[in-house]
C-alpha cells in the first residue's frame, strides 16, 4: 500500500521559514517524479514545485521561485520544500504527489495534506 505522509506545516509570520516534508514508502520511490501541490481557501489546487525522479531537474511555479526549494533524498524516500520568505498568500493546505507515467499507463498518489498559515 503506498502512503505518502507529509509534516512540517504550520503557523508563521509573514517573511519566515518552513521546511515540509513528504517520506513515502510502497512504491519505487526512486522511479517517481515528485512535486507539491497546495490548495488555497477558495482557489483550486495548483502546482508549487516539481522534481524529476533523479533529482536532476526541478520546476517552479512563478508565484514562488526564488522564495522555495524542492529537493529528494532517494535513500529515505523523502521529498522536501524548503519554503523562505513567505506570504499571507503562500496559506493552504500543502499535499505531495508522486508520479509515474511509461507509454502505457500512468500512476499518481497524493499525500493527506498538511496546513500551512503565514499569518501575523
Known amino acids: 500500500q503506498v502512503q505518502l505522509v507529509e509534516s512540517g506545516g504550520g503557523l508563521v509570520q509573514p517573511g519566515g521559514s518552513l521546511r515540509l516534508s513528504c517520506a513515502a514508502s510502497?512504491?519505487?520511490?526512486?522511479?517517481?517524479?515528485m512535486s507539491w501541490y497546495r490548495q488555497g481557501p477558495g482557489k483550486e489546487r495548483e502546482l508549487v514545485a516539481a522534481?524529476?525522479?533523479?533529482?536532476?531537474?526541478?520546476n517552479y511555479a512563478d508565484s514562488v521561485k526564488g522564495r522555495f526549494t524542492i529537493s529528494r533524498d532517494n535513500a529515505k524516500n523523502t521529498v522536501y520544500l524548503q519554503m523562505n520568505n513567505l506570504k499571507p498568500e503562500d496559506t493552504a493546505v500543502y499535499y505531495c504527489?508522486?508520479?509515474?507515467?511509461?507509454?502505457?499507463?500512468?500512476?499518481?498518489?497524493w499525500g493527506q495534506g498538511t496546513q500551512v498559515t503565514v499569518s501575523s
Open positions: 504527489n508522486a508520479h509515474w507515467s511509461s507509454f502505457v499507463m500512468e500512476h499518481d498518489y
Open positions: 510502497g512504491l519505487t520511490f526512486s522511479s517517481y517524479a
Open positions: 522534481i524529476t525522479s533523479a533529482g536532476s531537474s526541478t
